[in-house]
């Protein structure tokens, strides 16, 4: 029961992995993206590559029909929290009016299965910790309110249009593939992890601590890192639950369920490292909340999802072995 699956955004960080997922488990698979943050070395060369926007709505209806595609895993979008304050209207544009094309197009194409990459940003600050699907959904951010609208929108339209959905609530998403076949590229990183092991690697002279002052045990934040490649494992089974049980909707987070403060995958990276990486505290950065743990009971109760790294000293060792493996690459590029 697999059908063609058309990966939007397949050649940025998730979606790429969630590529090399269905590949390894025999999905067909096509990739529709821009470019404009994701890049050609992280796809495989035996897969259908389209590069265009999803808001093109004439492009994805072709390859819906060339590829034949039943089911569409969409990872296309902006994801960088602080630039949403600033330019609300291009997250309003590239998340939610870009979705509203491709689910036109997927409707009009028969697709009928999608599953969405959404975030913790839609429950903002939560009171409690860790935070469950039922919880509040109270963004901070343009982020967080661009997604959360476009699972409003998926709601209703698999309700109307006769498609199911799955929208996953993500994490900290981090590290990369074992086999370093991807990993996160990052034009002007932003993420903590990528931000330490680019200092690590001598790109950058030190990792800046936003706020040491939080109402933690360290006093810096705390939040649920899950391996990027244990998440695409989660969209493959999602995807092949959407198929199995087509009535059905899934709404799930995407985390191990436990948090680490800032200063803990600090130490985590440098145990990995012949000298410790320089740390400067810094105030605290506008809109971080100062916990985020996934509550993932229903994750592991609706999917058969047995992480296979769910530590931090391996997260840190992918995340740091990629960006060595990247400066080859850019190196003889
Ligand atoms: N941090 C630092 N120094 C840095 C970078 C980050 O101290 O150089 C801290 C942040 O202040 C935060 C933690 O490390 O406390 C994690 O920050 P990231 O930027 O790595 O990740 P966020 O938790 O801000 O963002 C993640 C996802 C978003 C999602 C958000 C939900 O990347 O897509 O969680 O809160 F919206």
Redesign the pocket.
């Known amino acids: 029961s697999k059908v063609p699956v058309l990966v939007t955004g397949g050649a940025g960080y998730i979606g790429s992995h969630a590529v090399l997922a269905l590949k390894d488990s025999g999905w067909p698979v096509a990739i529709i993206d821009d470019l404009s943050n994701g890049s050609r070395i992280v796809v495989p060369g035996d897969v259908p590559f389209y590069e265009g926007n999803i808001a093109d709505r004439s492009l994805v209806e072709r390859i819906l029909a060339e590829q034949k595609i039943g089911a569409i895993m969409h990872f296309a979008g902006s ?1 960088v ?1 602080p630039e949403s304050v600033t330019n609300p209207l291009a997250y309003y544009g590239n998340n939610t009016v870009a979705t509203h094309a491709l689910i036109s197009a997927a409707v009009a194409g028969g697709v009928r299965h999608i599953l969405f990459s959404s ?3 839609v429950y903002g600050a939560p009171e409690t910790i860790p935070v469950d699907e039922d919880a509040a959904k109270a963004p901070i ?1 343009p ?2 309110a661009s997604k959360l609208m476009t699972e409003w929108m998926l709601a209703d339209c698999s309700a109307a249009y006769g498609f199911n959905y799955g929208a996953l609530r ?5 590290g990369a593939d074992r086999e370093l076949r991807s990993g996160q590229i990052g034009k002007g990183s ?7 092991v680019e200092a690590a690697t001598g790109k950058r002279d030190h ?5 040491s002052d939080y109402p933690t045990p360290d006093g ?2 705390i ?1 649920d890192y899950i391996h990027v490649s244990d998440l695409a494992d989660a969209h493959v089974l999602a995807l092949q639950r959407l198929i199995d049980a087509p009535d059905e909707n899934l709404l799930l987070n995407c985390g191990y369920g436990r948090g680490l403060s ?1 200063l803990e ?1 600090l130490d985590a990276l440098d145990r990995q490292l012949n000298e410790p990486i320089r740390r400067e505290m ?1 105030p ?2 506008a809109g ?2 100062p916990a ?1 743990v996934a509550g993932n009971a229903r994750l592991l109760k609706a999917l058969a999802w047995t992480p296979r790294f769910n530590d931090i000293e391996t997260i840190v060792r992918d995340a740091l072995e990629w960006e060595r493996k990247l400066e080859t690459i850019q190196a003889a590029t």
């Open positions: 994801i929290v975030t913790a940003a951010n982020y967080g993500y994490f900290n998403v981090s932003t993420h903590l992890i990528k931000i330490a990792v800046d601590v936003f706020g810096t934040c939040r800032v995958v810094k605290r950065r971080d909340p985020l």
